[in-house]
Structures are given as structure tokens and as C-alpha cells.
């Protein structure tokens, strides 16, 4: 900063001058102490490296050259959009962990809701007779009972119930089984799908596994989330096959036969839900993860598991109206 003149009429400085009088030196006022430009009675002989300013220890933050007062790092910060797109670039599994807590948050709602022990031991409670599926339900507001005398308790035509089955488990056991197969597959194709559409070959295979139950299931009520991770599963291997990959020489292949086994000789599964979901997620896979050497038209990978869902709902709507 400048220094000041010396004050009009001052005779001498009071300084030693080199070669004679001290009279003549314009040095000879005293600089006024800098101060900060945030606390003005605060002395400080530091300065901002970006602007200049003078600035005490406690405005200034350390910077990569120097130090820089409070103004200039909060200038230098991006705005709360591309801190945003930063934070999300950072989350590669995004969709898959927000699915996971949407389930798990379902779950911890339905034992708050209902306080039943039954929703930990894997028995129907009010919640599964509300949100879960089964075609008797959406086609007359009744469910057979093991005296094979419907039970009336709602109205006909909850289409709701096509998706929210898919958030809604039947004990712990079941609830865990699915958030793992979730969790392991969910990274390998939300990175390569994206998002977007990640969520609706979710959605797609959800819908699908729903479609299956009204196929193929008959009578008791369906809940869970397999649908849409047996979706995951298949799509997963369509997406080796598609590139050149036998799918069952890996672990992928392996686990959907295995678990394909389990649901045709294990009772209690909901076959129509796996199955469903399984040829939902393959077909929107087979045009989704096409190869490199062989790409699809971007807007493609979109209309399909768009056209899978939609067919899905308006299969299922026929089926329960013809029933």
C-alpha cells in the first residue's frame, strides 16, 4: 500500500537521512499500522495472496500458493449446481443404494405401523392384506381362505398394488435374501445403464414379475421385492451373452439357475413373480446392454423397458377384467 507524504510544514522527520539533513527525507512520517479489513482495530501484517487485503490469522484460510481472506475462498468455491454434479459423480451406485433404503424403509414402517411380530416372522399382516398382490384382490376385493370361502375386505380394481407389492416383504429373512442380491447387483448395471435407465429396467422388471403373478400364481398373496432383482439377475446375463460371454460359466448364470431350481421345488415361492421379472428384465436387457460392435439407437435403450412396463400393465389389467 502507498505510503503517505509527510504532514505539511514538518521541519524534520526525527530520522537519521544519509548525507545530511533529516528535513528533506519524504519517508519521514510513520506509516499508519495495516489492520484488517474484517476487524479494523485488529494489527496485522499479513495480506490476502489473491486480492491484497490485509487480513488477520483468523480471515485468512490456506490456499494451494499463499493464503486467501474469506471473500476470495468463498469466490473460489463452485456453486451449489456443480457441487451437486460433483457429490453425484462420486456416487456410482447411487439409484442402487436409494432403492435399498426405500425397501428397508417399507419394512421398518410396516413393523411401526402395525407393531405385529408377524411382519419379522414372515406372516401376512394389515399392511400385506393393503399394499400386497393377488388376482382375486384387484379382480373382486377378495382372497381365499383355507375354507376356500373368499374373504371380502376391500374394493376391486387397487391397480396401485402392481407396485407397491414390490416394496412390501414377508419377515426378515425374505427382506435380506433380496437387499443382498440388490446390493451385489445393482452396481453391475446401474454404471453401465445409467441412472435413468437403471430405474426403469427396475421398474420394468417389477411390473413384469407383478404381470407374472397374475399368470401364474394362484390364490395366496404375493409381496416382495424378487421380481424386480430376478430382472436384475437375467438382465445380467443376457448382457455377458450379448457380449460374447457364456453367462453360465460365471457366477451370474450359476446363481439364476440355482435360484430358478429353488423357485419350481420350494414351496411358499412366488413362481409367477420370478419368472415374470425374469423375462421382463431379459427382454429390455437384450436391447439395453447391446455390445459395443453392435450398438442400439440411444433412444432405444429407453423405449424398451418403457414399451416392457407399459405392455405389463395393460396385460395385467386384461387379465384381472377377464377374470
Not at 491484497?52 to 469466490?75: E, F, M, P, Q, V
Not at 421379472?277 to 436387457?285: F, V
Given at each position: 500500500m502507498p505510503l503517505p507524504p509527510p504532514p505539511p510544514g514538518s521541519g524534520s522527520s526525527g530520522l537519521p537521512q544519509p548525507g545530511g539533513s533529516s528535513a528533506s527525507n519524504p519517508l519521514g512520517a510513520p506509516a499508519a499500522p495495516a489492520t484488517c479489513y474484517r476487524h479494523p482495530n485488529t494489527e496485522t501484517g499479513r495480506r490476502c495472496t489473491r486480492c491484497?487485503?490485509?487480513?488477520?490469522?483468523?480471515?485468512?484460510?490456506?490456499?494451494?500458493?499463499?493464503?486467501?481472506?474469506?471473500?476470495?475462498?468463498?469466490?473460489a468455491q463452485p456453486d451449489l449446481k456443480t457441487r451437486a454434479k460433483f457429490w453425484s459423480a462420486g456416487q456410482p451406485n447411487l439409484i442402487t443404494m436409494v432403492l435399498i433404503g426405500m425397501n428397508v424403509a417399507v419394512f421398518i414402517?410396516?413393523?411401526?405401523?402395525?407393531?405385529?411380530?408377524?411382519?419379522?416372522?414372515?406372516?401376512s399382516t394389515e399392511a400385506h392384506f393393503d399394499f400386497g398382490l393377488a388376482k382375486s384382490i384387484l379382480a373382486d376385493g377378495t382372497l381365499p381362505s383355507t375354507r376356500g370361502v373368499p374373504i371380502q375386505f376391500t374394493e376391486p380394481g387397487e391397480w396401485y398394488r402392481l407396485v407397491t407389492s414390490g416394496f412390501m416383504h414377508f419377515g426378515i429373512i425374505h427382506i435380506a435374501l433380496n437387499m443382498y442380491f440388490l446390493y451385489v447387483l445393482g452396481p453391475l448395471l446401474e454404471t453401465p445403464l445409467g441412472r435413468v435407465r437403471f430405474v426403469m429396467l427396475y421398474v420394468a422388471s417389477l411390473l413384469g414379475g407383478s404381470l407374472g403373478v397374475l399368470i401364474l400364481d394362484q390364490g395366496g398373496l404375493t409381496a416382495g421385492a424378487s421380481g424386480a432383482v430376478f430382472g436384475l439377475m437375467s438382465a445380467a446375463a443376457v448382457g455377458l451373452w450379448r457380449r460374447g460371454v457364456n453367462p453360465f460359466s460365471t457366477s451370474i448364470g450359476t446363481t439364476l439357475l440355482l435360484n430358478l431350481f429353488l423357485t419350481f421345488f420350494i414351496g411358499g415361492i412366488s413362481i409367477g413373480g420370478h419368472?415374470?421379472?425374469?423375462?421382463?428384465?431379459?427382454?429390455?436387457?437384450?436391447?439395453?446392454?447391446?455390445?459395443?460392435h453392435k450398438p442400439m439407437k440411444a433412444w432405444a435403450t429407453y423405449a424398451t423397458p418403457a414399451a416392457v412396463a407399459l405392455i405389463s400393465v395393460v396385460l395385467s389389467v386384461l387379465i384381472v377384467n377377464a377374470a
Open positions: 491484497g487485503k490485509s487480513a488477520c490469522n483468523r480471515c485468512l484460510t490456506t490456499a494451494a500458493i499463499g493464503s486467501h481472506c474469506l471473500d476470495c475462498a468463498k469466490a414402517g410396516v413393523l411401526l405401523w402395525t407393531r405385529d411380530s408377524d411382519a419379522l416372522a414372515g406372516r419368472v415374470g421379472g425374469a423375462i421382463a428384465g431379459a427382454l429390455c436387457a437384450t436391447v439395453m446392454l447391446a455390445p459395443g
